[in-house]
């Protein structure tokens, strides 16, 4: 353990008093014959055990002790070394015992152990704050006892015990929970790390995952709730402790209480999707998920950020960052609480006290961190050349996904994304045919009513984007993808399907954005392409009538599946078929339709090739009109757009 230790020693008194008394060292560097390490009067470091150092090698053996768990009583036990005096044992007993039973008995036993425990150890350390050696062996027990806690997640069953004994109206309350959040705040880094580690297995996904009892994953959910509400704040503030100024010389106990921090967050975002109403308890009229709850509490955000930009910091452990950010980015409300991630504040803020002016001036103009210009610059070490390995590869996805999120959801995050060359970083990795071309075009993705879109689109066309995109349109100058990404044929598929897919969405946009009035004769330049160019229109006939054809192939699919038989809602039914003509190709069927109208409106060459195009495959307008239609009756009432595909099917 990182925490005071005691270390016994074989050598004699005088050998003792002929080496230096104390040896200053901040962090546990292994045990030393004859001294113990802790912090008193002259700092941290070893300090010579006087103790220890006059007795001899028998009276000064400890009992060794490991938790074990005892198959035939299914029940967790210490086992004491022979050489352990019944009167030890005794008073072990009496402090608390780490004996466990994995039964609802042995539940609350347990508890009331670790609680005497904690209060012993508190009382200790208050007693003797400059003598570690005093509460050290109370240290010891109480970690021991918390390792036998981590074995609940072996029946889950019990986990209804413990959120009862959590339940501080129940009767005979055990208060487990209640106690290890107190104990997340222990003054031992190693005690706090234990506590994140019995969340971790508990709070597994997977438990419930396959599973359907409804009792156990309300317990669970109940368990999650109250984790995420009153030991969240303390888990990640424990983030700076585990931490030291460089990560690479962290011990390893200290990585450890890092890596199940984040672990234990992605756990509590992954059962908030899981669990139905998700694990936010409703005390006000808010419905949060739990990502918004923890950006709101605390400062993880900044913390994530602060990971990726620190220096001196692995791959795995930046892209480690950028997966939970885009995890929290991802969810909408994330935004409504924090709509600007270019002025996040910082996670640790050093105090200005006997600080020179110069110095304040500077902290003054440190103290908040763009996240925004982060995540570019990662996409920007990418801009030229291929990712090396699968780390790589990851860290450029993950800073992908979670700044498409910023910008969709909030448009301030997609002004700042204007106004720090966004746009143009996008468009020079295109040019450049590498992977990170393909992962940033969900970037050009500008969809919403607001004229902050409408610039978007028109800086697309002014960067010179669509002399890169129309191949893609295509099917030609396609970006290699990074070696590590795979040279299967279902890998090639899927990566032709995100060009095709995100080259839709992108000229759809431009084409409900781009009019009479956009800078730079935008809307005519993007016309233009496809008039003087008769494939480009060749092409989109056939990308409508080829996703026409899946998303009814889709909706045919759904109800050869019976579901008439099992589900007698006609409603439910009617929208199930509704959702898989979607994900099937309706999504881009429609916007494909949408981009049709728009070029047979403007432009009488386009509509001619269209036409000619449809009669040539045996169809005609009407699947376009059918497109828009069924577009329309998927927008909401109000939206601006409405008024423009009515005008389409006026005019087709």
Same mark, same amino acid.
């Given at each position: 353990?990182q925490?005071?230790?005691s ?115 508190a ?48 009767n ?27 969340? =971790?297995?508990?709070?597994? #996904?997977t438990? &419930?995952?396959?599973?359907? /009892?409804?009792e156990?994953? %309300? @317990?669970? $959910? ?48 992954? =059962?908030?999707?899981?669990? #139905?109403?998700? &694990?936010?308890?409703?005390? /006000?009229?808010?419905?949060? %998920? @739990?990502? $918004? ?162 610039r ?33 044929t ?25 009019d ?89 060459r ?13 169809s ?21 757009n ?6 389409y099917?006026?005019?087709?």
């Open positions: 353990m925490t005071t230790t270390v016994s020693s074989s050598s004699s008194t005088n050998n003792a008093q002929e080496t230096s008394p104390f040896i200053p060292s901040k962090t546990w560097q292994g045990a030393k014959p004859g001294y113990y390490f802790g912090t008193s009067s002259q700092g941290t470091g070893y300090y010579l055990d006087r103790i220890s150092n006059t007795t001899t090698v028998e009276e000064k053996k400890k009992v060794r002790r490991s938790v074990k768990i005892d198959e035939s009583n299914n029940e967790m036990r210490i086992y004491k070394s022979p050489t352990t005096s019944l009167l030890e044992q005794a008073e072990r007993n009496a402090v608390g015992s780490t004996v466990m039973e994995l039964t609802p008995k042995g539940i609350q036993s347990a508890s009331q152990a670790l609680e005497k425990l904690f209060h012993r150890n009382l200790l350390r208050a007693q003797h704050v400059d003598d570690p050696q005093q509460y050290m062996e109370s240290e010891l027990a109480l970690h021991d006892q918390l390792e036998a806690l981590s074995a609940i997640a072996a029946n889950v069953q019990l986990y209804q015990h413990i959120v009862e004994g959590s339940n501080n109206n129940t005979n309350s055990t208060v487990l929970v209640d106690t290890l959040t107190q104990l997340l705040g222990h003054e031992n880094d190693d005690i706090a790390a234990m506590v994140v580690s019995i969340y =971790l297995e508990w709070l597994d #996904p438990l &419930i995952s396959s599973q359907d /009892d409804v156990l994953k %309300s @317990a669970m $959910a109940t368990l999650a709730s109250k984790v995420l509400m009153e030991s969240w704040e303390t888990v990640a503030s424990d983030l700076g402790r585990f931490q030291n100024t460089d990560i690479i010389t962290i011990q390893d106990t200290m990585l450890k209480g890092i890596e199940n921090s984040l672990s234990l967050m992605e756990n509590l975002l992954d =059962l908030d999707l899981m669990i #139905p109403g998700g &694990i936010v308890k409703k005390n /006000d009229d808010s419905n949060l %998920s @739990a990502a $918004a709850f923890m950006v709101r509490e605390t400062k993880i955000l900044s913390w994530l950020v602060e990971q990726v930009e620190k220096e001196g910091v692995t791959i795995d452990f930046q892209g480690r960052c950028l997966e939970l950010l885009a995890s929290l980015a991802q969810r909408e409300d994330v935004h409504t609480i924090i709509p600007d991630w270019s002025k996040l504040p910082k996670y640790s803020i050093v105090s200005e006290k006997n600080l020179d002016p110069p110095m304040k001036k500077q902290k003054q103009q440190s103290t908040t961190l763009d996240a925004i210009e982060c995540m570019l610059q990662v996409i920007g070490r990418f801009r030229k050349i291929q990712p090396e390995n699968e780390s790589h590869t990851d860290l450029l996805e993950n800073a992908c996904i979670a700044l498409s999120s910023c910008i969709t959801f909030s448009k301030t995050n997609l002004a700042i994304f204007l106004e720090g060359q966004g746009v143009e970083l996008v468009v020079r990795c295109l040019k450049e045919r590498v992977h990170s071309g393909v992962s940033a075009l969900k970037l050009l993705d500008f969809v919403g009513d607001d004229d902050i879109y409408k978007g689109c028109e800086r697309l066309v002014a960067a010179g984007g669509l002399k890169f995109l129309f191949p893609l349109f295509l099917g030609t100058r396609i970006p290699k993808p990074a070696p590590s990404y795979g040279t299967s279902k890998v090639k598929r899927e990566w032709l399907n995100t060009i095709e897919t995100q080259t839709i969405r992108i000229f759809y946009s431009l084409s409900q954005h781009l009479e009035t956009s800078s730079d004769d935008a809307k005519t330049r993007f016309i233009a392409k496809f008039a003087q160019d008769e494939t480009k229109c060749d092409r989109l006939v056939e990308l409508l009538l080829h996703y026409d054809e899946r998303c009814r192939k889709a909706e045919y699919n759904f109800y050869r599946s019976d579901v008439e038989d099992v589900v007698d809602d006609e409603e439910t039914i009617q929208l199930g078929a509704l959702d898989a003509k979607l994900k099937g190709g309706g999504d881009l069927f429609h916007r494909l339709g949408v981009l049709a109208a728009y070029l047979a409106v403007h432009s009488k386009c509509h001619e090739r269209i036409m000619e195009q449809l009669k040539l495959h045996q005609g307008i009407s699947l376009v009109k059918m497109a828009v239609e069924e577009f329309l009756s998927l927008l909401q009432e109000g939206s601006s409405r008024a423009i595909l009515n005008s099917l006026a005019k087709i």
